[in-house]
């Protein structure tokens, strides 16, 4: 089946820890985003990435690093620097096209991280 | 101003009867719309989709997009228990290449 498979779905970090979330999909989507989701609030975006070995800042990706090797994958490294890492991460992907109509982005079934 | 607003809710409504989910956005040029229905604890799944000023059904869901008022409602007919979620507006802005900018979303509560 084609889809975003997002691991682990639960994750705990201690203190001073970098921890690494994995996004992976077979949709053949060129873009693939991290967004944060805290409890009661909307969807934050952390980076996005439209191309192999390129991606961009969201609104808040202070304390978080991607990488983009591959077009199927798209991890995301939490560091020690993000103080407040508890929250509902979502991986989504979605195909680029100049056309209208053709941009919606799915997602995967999160990971959930919290602090020890 | 936030670029894209919802009222929080909780938007109550019986069973059975037509539930009325607003959402307003600020980018005047923007030209995609989605409507995502997110349960408690599970991620976003979209649900609509809306790209020209008018009406779109779907089943019991109707999207309706107005760009002169820089508005996008979502209609659901027959309200179910099931429908009980929290729905997010999503809109593709100007120059933003393919990024979606979401509201904090409606939720909604369907009662017996």
């Known amino acids: 089946d084609g889809g975003i498979t997002q691991s682990p779905k639960y994750l705990f970090r201690k203190e001073g820890q970098n921890v690494t979330l994995s996004c992976e999909q077979n949709?053949?989507?060129?873009?693939m985003y991290w967004y944060r989701q805290d409890p009661g609030q909307g969807l934050r975006l952390i980076y996005y990435?439209?191309?192999?070995?390129?991606?961009q800042k969201g609104d808040i990706a202070e304390g978080y690093s991607v990488s983009r090797e591959k077009k199927e994958s798209f991890p995301l490294t939490v560091t020690s620097a993000q103080k407040n890492p508890t929250a509902f991460y979502l991986c989504?992907?979605?195909?680029?096209?100049?056309?209208?109509?053709?941009?919606?982005?799915?997602f995967g079934d999160g990971t959930r991280l919290s602090i020890l | 101003q936030k670029e894209v607003e919802q009222n929080s809710g909780p938007l109550s409504v019986p069973e059975g009867a037509i539930a009325s989910l607003n959402c307003t956005y600020s980018d005047r040029g923007s030209q995609s719309f989605f409507w995502y229905r997110q349960y408690s604890g599970k991620s976003p799944e979209l649900i609509m989709s809306?790209?020209?000023?008018g009406d779109k059904e779907d089943g019991r869901f109707t999207a309706q997009l107005n760009k002169a008022s820089q508005y996008v409602s979502l209609l659901i007919r027959d309200s179910q228990p099931s429908d009980s979620a929290t729905y997010l507006c999503?809109?593709?802005?100007?120059?933003?290449?393919?990024?979606?900018?979401f509201g904090t979303g409606t939720r909604l509560q369907v009662t017996l």
């Open positions: 999503a809109v593709k802005g100007t120059g933003t290449a393919s990024k979606l900018t």
């Open positions: 949709l053949n989507h060129d873009a």
């Open positions: 989504a992907s979605s195909i680029i096209s100049a056309r209208v109509g053709n941009q919606p982005q799915h």
């Open positions: 990435s439209q191309i192999v070995n390129d991606f």
């Open positions: 809306i790209y020209s000023n």
